[in-house]
Each structure stands twice: as C-alpha cells, then as structure tokens.
C-alpha cells in the first residue's frame, strides 16, 4: 500500500426530508445571498425549486437563479453564472441537481474568487486559489461531485470536455435525499450506476500490491451498485436501493476506494473526448468503451482482472487458467451493462466513428500529442486509436 491522504470535508445530510435543512447551512457558512443553480424542468416541474426557494426565504436567504445546465455542461452557462454572480453580490451558491449542475456550480465558484478567465483552469495553464462556498441537493446519483474535488467543463469552442481538481471547490455540504431521484428515467439511473461503478473500477484496476482493505471496500461498494441497479429497473421507487446508490455515489468518488493505490482513469479520459464531440452521457460513454479497453489492457496483470470476476460478479474461478477467469468477469460486466439498457460500444450510442474521427478523438485525448494517459497500462496515441477502433 502506498502513502496517501485522504481528505473528505463535506458534511452530509441523509435521508427523508433532508433538503428542510438548506437555510440553516447555508447560515451555518455565515452567507446571505445565493445563487441557485439547476438544470432542466424536472426541478420546477416538481416543486422541489419552489420548496428551496420558501424555505431559503424563511431563513432570511435572498437568492438569484440560474438554470439550463445540460448534461456535458458548458463553458458558456459558466461564464453567465460568474457574471450573475458578480453582478448580484452573491457569496454562495446553491447547485440543485445531479453532477452536470455540481461541476458548473464549482466553475462559476472559481470565476467569482479568482480573477483572469476560468477555461484557464480546465486548460490547466493556472491552478485555482480559492472558490466560493458551494453546497449541493442531489437529485442523481452518478458523478460523486457532491464529494468530490473534481470538476468537468465542455467547451463549445472545440468541444473540448476537461475537468480541473482542486479542494478548494469540495462542497460545504451535500444534502441527500433518495426521495429526489424516484422520477429518474430509468437511463439516467443506469447511466448514474454505471458512472458510480467506473469511479471505483478507475481506482481498482490497479499494479499496486497489498491494498487488501482498500479492495474489500471497493468491491463490497460495486456489489451493492449492482444489485441495486437491478432492483431499480424493476422498481424504480424502493427507497432501500435508491439510499444504497446515492451513497455509494459519494463515497465511490470522495477518494476512499483509492487510499493507498494509483488510479488508472484511461477509461474517463477516452470518453470525455466522446462526450465533448457527441454529447452523449457520460456514463453510458464510459460503459461503451470499458470493455474495449479492457480487453486491450488485461494482460498487463490478468491476476486483478480475475480478482474483480470472482470477488465482484461471481464469476467461477479457473485456477488453471487466470486469462480466461478475467475474459469471463469483463464479458460478465458487459452482460450487466446490457441488463441496463447500456451501450457496451460506440455504435450503440447512436455514433458512427469515421478513421478521421478515431484521429481526432485520440488526438485530442493525448492533448495535441503531448501526454500518454492510464495507470494500469500507459496508453500512446496510437494505443487510444486502437481501443477507440475496438471499441465501434
């Protein structure tokens, strides 16, 4: 096990009715005014807006609002929300949403604090020295961002997809209530599971040895997103299975199923190029290029794909033979990923990738040629236009 830091500052509300609690945390940040921050209908439609807002009001909380945040969310929503901010005095900003309006909101919080142009930070040409204060209401359950220290902006120009880590950004609080995410469709719930279950599987396909506690705890966490994912197709309103993801989602991207290791992330780096030239959702991008990578990357150590087979989807272990132990788990995943309606290629995505196209994904994802991606098996640019290839 390697030497690591693990740091998770975000208080959590869980639970029925969490969300009664947004004024009086937002008080506990010693702020007066927030923007409230969404997405599409679904928030208004529902009333939760209407409820958020009442209840900001009785806490004596003034409050401007900016919705419209898409999935893949853009550059130019973020810009609007730093000049709303700034216009209107605001000093907290309230995301009401899923991991799309979390990653803007932790955008426009850099915008407001910090000075110059905040693409910057995605670019990675200036790192971010402050935010404003964020809190998050979760209605996914996906990305983690509520915990998380990471953000993930699309530019339009370009359609560059990039994201910008800093702790500076981590949530003050998150308010969960598995209530919210009863009216999911039930894409979005399989695309939320899947990301849920990548954010771990990134962390666990690892060469760093003797990082026993860290695997349990890794793979109790895709066990229960699995199962659980099964029983929401079939009912999408059990409380039980709703609370099982949206907790594992947090805990799935907070860092605590990577201490000790290194990640491999080739998988989220191949799929944020998709993302930002196809907008597709990010999880079911991730679940269409997995197995391609996968099959690509294996024999770098089958052992740990042969561990994931056996100790996450019971996959019979071939004592004899380790390789075909690790081809059976990753076809058993891709089995699971079609059991929720996910792509298992890019063709499935509606996407219909030309050899000038695999060019230009492989490009951009190696950054104009200057870095090689992944952990498990350091990937070139011509290893990213092979999977990309595999993976039509």
């Known amino acids: 096990m390697l030497n690591f830091e ?5 208080k959590v509300v869980f639970g029925k009715n969490a969300e009664d609690k947004v004024g009086k945390l937002i008080k506990e940040q010693g702020c007066k005014k927030a923007l409230v921050h969404f997405g599409g209908n679904s928030a208004k439609k529902s009333g939760l807006l209407d ?8 806490s ?3 409050y401007v609002s900016l919705g419209g945040v898409v999935p893949n969310p853009r550059l130019s929503t973020v810009h609007e929300g730093i000049e709303l901010c700034k216009k209107e005095g605001v000093d907290f900003i309230l995301a009401v949403g899923g991991g799309s309006v979390i990653d803007s909101s932790k955008a426009i919080g850099y915008g407001v604090a910090n000075e110059g142009e905040v693409w910057d930070f995605y670019e990675k040409t200036r790192m971010p020295e402050k935010c404003i204060p964020i809190g998050a209401i979760l209605t996914i359950a996906a990305a983690g961002s509520e915990m998380s220290n990471s953000s993930v902006i699309t530019n339009e120009d370009g359609w560059l997809k990039r994201g910008c880590n800093s702790d500076s950004c981590r ?5 969960m209530n598995p209530e ?3 009216s999911l469709p039930d894409y979005q719930t399989a695309c939320g599971c899947t990301d849920i279950l990548m954010h771990t599987m990134e962390r666990y396909f690892t060469m760093v040895e003797d990082t026993m506690l860290t695997d349990r705890i890794g793979e109790a966490l895709m066990k229960t997103v699995i199962q659980s994912a099964k029983v929401l197709i079939k009912d999408p309103e059990n409380y039980n299975a709703r609370a099982e993801v949206m907790w594992a989602g947090s805990l799935s991207h907070n860092g605590l199923t990577g201490c000790g290791t290194t990640g491999d992330w080739a998988c989220h780096q191949l799929e944020h190029e998709i993302g930002g030239m196809f907008d597709v959702a990010h999880g079911a991008g991730l679940a269409a290029i997995w197995g391609s990578w996968a099959r690509y990357v294996y024999k770098e150590k089958p052992e740990r794909f042969a561990q994931f087979a056996v100790n996450v989807l019971g996959v019979p272990d071939n004592f004899l033979d380790t390789d075909k132990t690790a081809i059976a788990g990753i076809t058993a995943m891709e089995e699971f990923y079609h ?5 298992t290629s890019i063709s499935q995505l509606g996407v219909k990738l030309t050899e000038d196209q695999i060019d230009e994904l492989a490009y951009k994802c190696s950054f104009e ?3 090689m991606i992944g952990g498990f098996k350091v990937l070139d640019i011509e290893d990213m236009q092979n999977i990309y290839r595999l993976a039509i």
Do not use: G, N, V, W
């Open 369 to 371: 040629r200057t870095r």
């Open 171 to 175: 949530c003050k609080f998150a308010i």
């Open 6 to 10: 693990f740091y998770a500052p975000t």
């Open 339 to 343: 059991s929720i309606s996910m792509p």
């Open 180 to 182: 919210l995410t009863y």
């Open 60 to 62: 004596d909380i003034s």
């Open 51 to 58: 409820r958020i807002y009442k209840l900001l009001e009785q």
